[in-house]
């Protein structure tokens, strides 16, 4: 449960993406925390009703998806809280946009989209070693393919 030095082991890519989608969010709980007012009315206008309600969920989970996805901590909930999290981004943004925006460098979907989709990585990766090494049948669960030399 608690984190151990392997948790931090950045040579392992999954480390690597895991510990990059927790910290990302440290800037966007910054915002909402020094500038409520502003997310407030950001989210009104994405159309999320009553705006404080949804800015303080908000908050409340990137707190937690920050916290759990840096420190491995229930990172098999924690990776699909995450994506869930991006999928609301996602229909936000697209709702502010008026429409489908791809490209990030225009207030876009791209990021929100890869960092949704990586969290839900992260999650099922953290299921299977969950089930191999409680059951030892994650393989039944998930297939494990192996490159060939």
């Known amino acids: 449960m608690f984190p151990s030095k392997n948790d931090f082991d950045i040579t392992n890519p999954a480390v690597a ?6 910290l ?3 800037p966007h709980i910054m915002f909402k925390l020094t500038g ?14 009553p705006p404080a309600f ?26 699909f809280m ?5 999928a609301f981004a996602v229909y936000g ?13 225009f207030g876009g979907i791209e990021y929100l989209v890869f ?6 990585a992260l999650a099922i990766q953290a299921w299977r070693e969950t089930l ?14 192996h490159a060939h030399a």
């Open 54 to 79: 949804w800015v303080s969920l908000a908050l409340l989970t990137e707190i937690l998806c920050a916290i759990g996805l840096t420190f491995n901590l229930y990172t098999r909930y924690v990776g």
């Open 36 to 49: 409520f007012a502003g997310a407030v009315a950001v989210f009104g206008k994405m159309g999320f009703q």
């Open 115 to 120: 960092w949704g989709v990586a969290s839900a």
């Open 93 to 105: 943004t697209l709702a502010l946009k008026g429409g489908m925006v791809w490209m990030w460098n």
């Open 82 to 86: 995450s994506a869930g999290t991006m």
């Open 17 to 22: 993406v895991r510990v990059m989608a927790g």
């Open 132 to 145: 191999a090494n409680e059951t030892g049948f994650a393989r039944l669960i998930v297939p494990v393919t």
């Open 24 to 26: 990302f969010y440290i």
